[in-house]
């Protein structure tokens, strides 16, 4: 019995220290690891942007190649807004722009270690040029030339400044308000192309919106949008509503070639390999920030079922409206492919279609631009952007 008793004590032991061991690895790991979180700046104006940025160490070491989560808290608790991967030396940046106050932090995926809170508070009040330059730092860099103006159709005055890492666009409307948003990258680089302020796109309505799909931003302008991603240039869409956002976001896919038959990167996003036309037009709206303009389905029929259902229909082509046509010769009319108007013509519409055959040549499908004769589509519908 003593015997018994011995053995049965050292395999409890054993028992205990392999847990131990087991444990110190999740625990050592979670209590020795630390995530730093820091906001660029905690007061902000409406549609303005800040950084967070931070570092996950362990022992006092970066640990890089980690998955870090920026979320956001709600009143039904805390969601994901944003995914950052840590570089060689531990530290992560995400851009984002609040459009309300709101508490966030970041947590490590791997640990679940969380950094502290961080609180945004919305301010109210003018905003220069000066004053934006001091509160962007560095991000804006140092200024380059002097202030120039420029006339711009709905404003009381407009003045920029190139900065060696953007421009800053200080706008009053006629009700006295005066703002001052940012422009840079990519973004910048499609703006000045455009004419800058004193080109078609006119003025930013606020700053970048970052921390999209596949590394996504969009900026709104007064004539339009510019839509930038990690694989891709700033892209260009005209028009005063948010419909710019999502058309300059299909723009820059197009040329994109489809990998296999019914098997894009649209495909994969949705989880599912099949046509991808309307696919497509979901991911444009999400890549955009706006998910709710179209709805995301991976099936057609219940993709069609869904708009249907919820959007307006009609016979009128309308820059921003979802074409449907019937492009299969089966004896019956049925909605079997859809498209984004980007132009309205007086016998032709211009569009912008996912797993469609390049414009001259049947032989690859993509994303491409396409001119169809008035007389095709069935029916559009419109989203409510």
Known sequence: MA?????????????????GLVGAAGPALATGT???LQVS??????????????KLTSGGKGLKARTVVLERRTSSGWHRVAT????????????????????????????????TVRKIH?????????????????????????????????????????YSHGML???????????????YGDILTAYKKAGGPKGKLGVPLADPKCGLIESGCVQRFSGGAIYDNKHTKGAVAYGKTKAAEVIAAARSQVGYRQKRYNDSKYNAWVGRVGAWCSVFQSWAAVASGNPGAIPKHAKWSVFLADVRAHMKLGKTPKVGALVFYDTISDG?????HVGVVVKVNASSIVTIEGNTSTPGDSAGRGVY???????????????TY
Not at 98 to 108: K, M
Not at 369 to 383: D, E, F, G, N, V
């Open 122 to 162: 919305l301010t109210y009040g003018k905003r220069t040029i000066a004053a934006r330059a001091a509160i962007l730092g560095d991000r804006a860099g140092a200024a380059r030339g002097s202030t120039a103006s420029a006339k711009v159709a709905g404003t009381t005055a407009v003045r920029y400044r190139s």
């Open 169 to 183: 666009v200080q706008v009053t409307n006629k009700a006295g308000s005066v703002r001052t948003w940012f422009v």
């Open 369 to 383: 631009q396409k001119t169809r004769p008035r007389s095709m589509p069935l029916y559009y519908a419109y989203p």
């Open 84 to 115: 950052s991967t840590t570089s060689s030396s531990g530290t992560f940046s995400v851009r984002q722009r609040p459009y309300g106050e709101y508490s966030y932090r970041a947590r490590a995926t791997a640990s679940g270690v969380k950094s």
């Open 3 to 19: 015997r018994r008793r011995h053995l049965t004590a050292a395999l409890l032991a054993a028992v205990l220290a392999l847990g």
């Open 332 to 336: 019956r009319t049925a909605a079997t």
């Open 41 to 54: 700046s905690p007061s902000i104006r409406h549609g303005e942007m800040v950084w967070f940025t931070g």
């Open 34 to 36: 630390s995530l730093k």
